[in-house]
């Protein structure tokens, strides 16, 4: 399968812990988009990268989140000191901006729930 | 105003009908338009592009009115599988890049 992928699909956290999440995009798009979902809502943008850069994170809920692609290649998400209103479905999208620029590929999610 | 509207619904329809759903924007400068399909506690999955001359693929049209900023959907002939919510995604320009802006989402629930 090669399409983007996502780990873990499910975290339970305490508040006020720190959780990361993983994201490994379709191996050719250089382009990796974070999303928040809460039920009801469309997918929040949080930010994106293109290959290394972070070109984009005034949408990052707050200076508890955080994302870094150190290679250009697989993402991370962090939360620090998570509270309950974190509890939502984190999804990572891919692109390919060298055609078809803003087509997004997404990944399974990560279902968090913070008790 | 929202940057993206769409009505939540649900629209319940029969099976082999042909239903049409709306999403309006708030920018003129937004760029690229898609709709895309997530069933329940699944991903968005990518349904279609929107261009400007309007498209199809299948028994699913897209068009865009740029000068009353919205883009539409129409399914013709209604499967059951089509029961989904249905996204709508636009571009805003944001300080030299462009930030993808979803809809909330239209259900929609086709029954025999």
């Known amino acids: 399968d090669t399409g983007v992928s996502q780990n873990p699909r499910h975290k339970i956290t305490k508040r006020g812990q720190n959780v990361t999440f993983r994201c490994d995009p379709i191996?050719?798009?250089?382009?990796l988009y974070w999303y928040r979902q809460t039920l009801g809502q469309g997918p929040e943008f949080l930010t994106y990268f293109q290959n290394e850069a972070q070109l984009e994170k005034s949408r990052l809920l707050s200076d508890r989140f955080s994302a870094e692609r150190p290679k250009g290649s697989f993402s991370t998400l962090e939360i620090q000191r998570t509270e309950q209103g974190d509890s939502a479905m984190y999804l990572c999208?891919?692109?390919?901006?060298?055609?078809?620029?803003?087509?997004?590929?997404f990944g399974p999610g990560t279902r968090l729930t913070v008790t | 105003r929202k940057e993206v509207e769409q009505d939540p619904g649900p629209f319940n329809v029969p099976e082999g009908a042909t239903v049409a759903f709306n999403c309006t924007y708030s920018?003129?400068?937004?760029?690229?338009f898609f709709w895309y399909r997530q069933d329940c506690r699944k991903e968005p999955k990518l349904l279609m592009s929107?261009?400007?001359s309007g498209n199809e693929d299948g028994r699913f049209t897209a068009q865009l009115n740029r000068a009353s900023q919205y883009i539409s959907l129409l399914i013709r002939d209604s499967k059951l599988s089509d029961s989904a919510t249905y996204l709508c995604v636009v571009n805003n320009p944001s300080g030299g890049s462009y930030i993808p802006t979803f809809g909330r989402g239209t259900s929609l629930i086709v029954h025999p």
């Open positions: 191996s050719e798009h250089n382009r």
């Open positions: 929107v261009y400007s």
């Open positions: 920018n003129s400068a937004s760029q690229s």
């Open positions: 999208a891919s692109s390919n901006s060298q055609g078809g620029p803003y087509e997004q590929y």
